[in-house]
């Protein structure tokens, strides 16, 4: 009821504050027989981890994963598996002024209506460390999806307004942007420094790539595959939209444009985004997400005290200028934990047929 | 794992096809005490049937939702309610040409792919005759929240790339197609026509409005009200993209522009639209969906038989032009049923605290 | 959160009530395939209507299922399988009398404390009538049983403190008293006249076997196998204990006496009833549950009205004697519940073994 | 579907096995406000350790739990609770014997069907650990439980065929067999020191009452408080019997020697057990468990090898002679989960009537 569960057989059940001793996750349903190793988490948890560029906070965590129970030799056993990242700066903040007023953008209002309380010290569950547990649970589905040639991969489409306009794969994992086209890099990276000078924080489009999804995933009514995976991307605070395919531009085209032909080798265009009827039809499947700014900002603004009285808050200390790079290893792992449910619930169902 | 039940208290089950004798919903977790009658979902249930508008297709079914269980002297009793919709049509539809090719831009293709079948009588699951289910439901959650004052009201926003510019909501029951702004739905009437006339469709964009819903309702990690939301909205077929307030706006929108100042009385701006951390912050919540131009259309395609050989369809009959509609009741149930869920779990939340 | 649904793969969703339009059963997660017609629930739904046997009452239910959705060409397609069973005989019963007064041994009295009402029509949910649904699901989970020749066999072992001493099971089907004995069924009967001469009534033990079952059903910790089966059998209203294999006389063996020997073959006994460490082992599952005798009986009782004033009560009209012959269709059904959503989980597990 | 999850509404996930780095439990869903600190679990956990009797092994593992998430300042926050218990004692125990051989009475044989593997380094998860979080998550529910006056106590109603016959409560705390009649200790004491001399285990019956649980807890159909009781009782691995009430003498009764009459100030009797139609009566609960002689023990048994080859096994070591003292805290935690899940169910339906 309280929502900390993803999932229906591959199913994450998460926990942890930034102020206590740390954060984890626990899967029940994951198959045996699957090589797993601490180590295995670390490129995933570094890409997560705030500190690393320039438009970045200079905190450092150093994320490490413990494997506390589910495998054995090196190969998980069908128990569960729980993964546990200790809080190494758990020391609590010094934002006093966060005691009394609540941020605007932030969720301290909507966790104050909600529990009577909100957690000054680090916000509590809606703090972004949340989300490495996440990203931890999103490496185990990535051994699930990895053999089966299921790779997710996400970039940025549109930073501070400007949009990429060519897709280099190969440059996205080098840039500290995930950009694929070092010209639109270049002048987000402007639109960053300008934007940190002034205080200010920049949002933008993240586009996340699905390659080698094989047909039939997905269930027909409730839990179809955009649906799942557009709760998945939503889910992340600072998303705000979700496109499936051609998404919002799909309501201007006509149906003799937005129909994809079918040709002996699957679909002659991808307007529907690899998805019909909420069933994977073999094409990539493709998913955008809208990303906030960051609601955190050097700038004054106006709130109202926990009494409800006017008040103005100015933030100090160092913030992000823009959430993208940190969201987008979460955007893949959140898109892989729905991927490796309903790949497992549709082998589940294929194995049952005729049963 | 089938994916047929949605909501967490308040559960919904769904079953039935259009070649059977019904479909019909199971509602298990309804409070006691809640007035209701069979007489109280003709309005929502004459809305969503087909036939009615000048650009649908001339069917007409008489949809009566029978109450098949739950209910004691016109009260809820807190058992299951068994709504069922007997099909009054059932008769199989002779599209020959459906036995042995895919139609672009439906499920056929990826339920022939996932089930070794596809229900070339009416599409099964598939079938548009399944959202039934969804208003009648939708009716029932309805009931929960009008005490409350929470209202859901949908419109067309946009259609065939006509976007409507006045917003008087007393317009838009009686329009035809929820249109908000005479104006332009002069102007979307006359597209409908154009399109009808080329044997295409269209497709457009419905902007949802949630008025009255109180803080709180919301969970805080992955059951996030926006994400609820968003599954919701997405798990209707023919919706391809979903935002939340300023959505794909907010992505360009500095933290300055899209922060909502807090004011004494809420908030002065509502780009948030109504959820912040996933929790509803007391502002209007505002839901945008795409919808894609309905598949089904006049005009020659390419597609491939059973076998993968190359060939053309050219559906005949008579098709709706535009969704829109048809989906709007749809769309307001599904939002009806998350906010019902959402809105119990609030409450009992907040009569466990402390305990 | 209601408990209206069992099982996690192969889940049944019942409603209905005796006053109602009738009682029904959703089935969500039966795989495709599965040859179903509504001829099959015939005998089944005819073991357990009331009103056969001499010591039964004389109302007649002719319960026949309408199979409303899930089944296309005879055969089970994936989507939810929807169960109906008409109330033929929906006229309110006239029990004035309670009205105001508590039932000694019935739920009226829970009812009211939970509820604030009770349904003096005919008892609501915790009419026998629901079991109905749970005979209907049972045939259905029986077709995924029968061909894999998983058999499920409940009988008579005790009925009014008289004991079957010999196990003839092809007598046990045309036993009125579901009898394995023939001399002790003529004990029970015996028994049985003398306490509906007296108006009193009994109970008695059934013992369940099942046959077939392979090694692997079940899920170490909190879904055990008998952990789930239990939870079916003591769901059953008239069931107040159960037992797996030597069950509570293992209590008083030595470990010597109790482990079962392991051998090429199997096991040398089954003091274990075939479940080791919550998991099917092989050999044939035994379970036994205790059956209350019924309480409605025609002496007169202590009771209080619903003010809580001592009052006496005398029920009148015709009441079975036994609730055995009735309960054992249930019994039989809540097992094929339990080892076919078990089942299904095995080889979905088994599937995935390694993905 | 692995079914490491427990409760609907206050909800249980374990994980861990003896050869990893700790077990745990996950608890989402618990209210927030409830004071929590890690001394809180220190009895418990104390009373759950073996090692402490004479009839005990001498191991010793300091148990203590480490409260990782969910309590700020001494209170729960609504947020996920994790405890963890670290293994102290991890290291392998050197059974060389165990690789080879099925242990008859152990869940090896039946794992090694399920998996193709069993876990000789410590059973896995069906090692006895498992059952510390069990007993760390039912201090959590006790918290829950002891404001509102739900007493849970269990004792030694029977051990070894030698039965309690008078009933102090007293006595059970300060008895190291919690046995509630100081002459049959002496005589079960005995009966113990025979069993350890022959290399032999023994058995008995466990009796627990709950005490102040308020009537309507419980939910009318598949969860019944009974049938949730017995299903948490059986899962732990030693339970082969389970009895509500008068249990398996109710099958002996008449109705009208089972009928509790029913006076102003609740039952004159109690052969119900305190549960009337699945709901809780407001009278004291009453569940019997039987539990199997420890299936470890030094007499030369029949098994097989893991290529089903015929074998003899001697199992050396220390091993306890009865698991009762060590199984009662399981039981003990184990119905407060059940209490304490549907006392939140409970009082969020009350809350929710008429909404």
Known sequence: MAGNSFGEIFRVT????????????VIDGCPSGIRLSSLDFESEMGRRRPGQGAFDTPRKEEDSVEILSGVFEGLTTGAPISLFIPNKDARSKSYEILESLFRPGHADYTYFKKYGHFD???AGRYSARETAARVAAGVLAGRILDPKGIIVAAYTLELGGIRAESFDMDKVNGSPLYCPDPKAELLMEEALRKAKGEGDSLGGIVEVRIIGCPPGLGEPVFDKLDADLTKAVISIGAVKGVEIGAGFEAARFKGSENNDPIIPAGFRTNKAGGILGGISNGDEIIVRAAVKPIPSIGIEQDTVDREGRPSRIRMTG????????????????????????????FRAMKSLQGE
């Open 120 to 122: 000054f010290h680090g």
């Open 318 to 345: 160092r913030f992000d200028v823009c959430a993208i790079p940190r969201v987008i290893p979460v955007l893949e792992a959140m898109v892989k934990l729905v991927l490796a449910d309903h790949y497992l619930r």
């Open 14 to 25: 998460t926990y942890g504050e930034s102020h206590g001793k740390g954060i984890g996750a």
